[in-house]
């Protein structure tokens, strides 16, 4: 591994948004995430739709703005399937262009991997 492939896999963060409050998700998940791309402060960002924030986000056109406008800027957006299977809206998640799949597997893999920070709302 060279130093600039070390240096991009120890800059990363992952974001498990759960919550269903439109304010946690605008004013801190979403908000900190979108900025830690956008100031560089992480050179790989990944936001993982989790749990209720599924349903959240197949609902409110304003997130899904905010959404669509991180993934322009380099945000890597996923989404738990078995979680938006449970508030049937896989089909709302595919259609806005999120990867909808398992996150059981990939959550462990970063909780496990030091170089990894990962931060829930």
């Not at 492939?5 to 946690?24: A, G, I, R």
């Not at 049937?88 to 893999?109: I, N, Q, R």
Request: glycine fraction near 6%.
């Amino acid at each position: 591994m060279n130093q600039e492939q070390k240096n991009s896999q120890e800059d990363k963060l992952v974001v498990v948004w759960t919550s269903d409050d439109p304010y946690v998700a605008d004013r801190v998940a979403l908000m900190y995430t979108h900025a830690a791309k956008t100031n560089k402060w992480f050179e790989d960002v990944t936001l993982i739709i989790w749990g209720p924030s599924a349903k959240l986000t197949s609902e409110n056109r304003k997130i899904q703005e905010k959404l669509k406008a991180m993934k322009d800027d380099g945000v890597e957006i996923r989404a738990c399937i078995a979680c938006a299977s449970a508030y049937g809206v896989t089909d709302d998640l595919k259609g806005l262009g999120f990867e909808v799949a398992g996150m059981g597997k990939p959550l462990t893999y970063y909780l496990k991997d030091d170089s990894v920070k990962v931060l829930t709302f």
